[in-house]
């Protein structure tokens, strides 16, 4: 079955440390890559994407997220977090040429930030 | 970008009623899409609303619980009918503009509660 994993419900760091948000995908052929965020009480936000080229994507607010075609992978980075990132960050993928372009989702993967 | 407007934002629902759910977008978009996202979890996709013919349903959803309209390729409407508590979640409607290498945009969300 088609599916999309977030290897970290709950992670909790303090400030200036650093992140990685794993997500892996089950299947093969070609995909879109997404990273969105979710901040207490807002909406979904996009936070990058790979569609193709350079695998090492650069988002907003200084994440980054590197596909790694072989590992089915499309892990998430910050090098130093703040409190402002404290959120919900969810992985997904679309698979382009059938499932209709269809987003699926990663569990989730909640982000505490202590100052 | 795509702006959506997503009505009601909310609302406290009877045992056995039905609420429609409306999104409206600001440009044409040739994809739509109707998530589900209860409480503490991830979005599970319900359906595409497909302009001019029947949605298609993922595995778990039907029709009759979840009947969808798309009249244009601007707005959709989803409905939950004959509600139980269990329906209680929040519904976020999701377009594409184009069906590959574009992001999904996500409205605000309607958060249902059902008493």
């Known amino acids: 079955a088609q599916s999309v994993s977030q290897h970290n419900h709950h992670v909790i760091l303090s400030e200036a440390a650093s992140l990685e948000l794993g997500c892996n995908y089950s299947y093969g052929g070609t995909v879109n890559l997404f990273w969105y965020v979710q901040y207490p009480g807002q909406h979904l936000q996009l936070l990058l994407k790979?569609?193709?080229?350079?695998?090492l994507v650069k988002g907003i607010k200084g994440f980054e997220a590197e596909f790694i075609k072989s590992k089915f992978s499309f892990n998430l980075r910050k090098p130093s977090v703040q409190w402002s990132d404290t959120a919900e960050y969810f992985c997904?993928?679309?698979?382009?040429?059938?499932?209709?372009?269809?987003?699926?989702f990663g569990q989730g993967t909640e982000l505490s930030v202590k100052p | 970008s795509a702006v959506i407007s997503q009505k009601p934002s909310r609302d406290i629902c009877q045992r056995g009623t039905s609420l429609t759910i409306q999104c409206q977008v600001d440009?044409?978009?040739?994809?739509m899409f109707w998530y589900r996202q209860q409480p503490g979890q991830s979005l599970t996709l319900i359906a595409t609303a497909n302009q001019g013919s029947e949605a298609t349903y993922e595995s778990g959803f039907v029709i009759d619980k979840f009947p969808i309209s798309r009249p244009n390729l601007t707005f959709s409407t989803l409905t939950v009918s004959n509600m139980s508590p269990e329906d209680s979640s929040i519904y976020l409607c999701s377009v594409m503009k184009t069906r590959q290498n574009t992001e999904a945009f996500f409205g605000q969300g309607t958060r249902l509660t059902v008493v």
């Open positions: 790979y569609f193709s080229g350079d695998p």
């Open positions: 440009s044409q978009v040739t994809m």
């Open positions: 997904a993928v679309k698979r382009l040429y059938n499932q209709g372009g269809k987003l699926i």
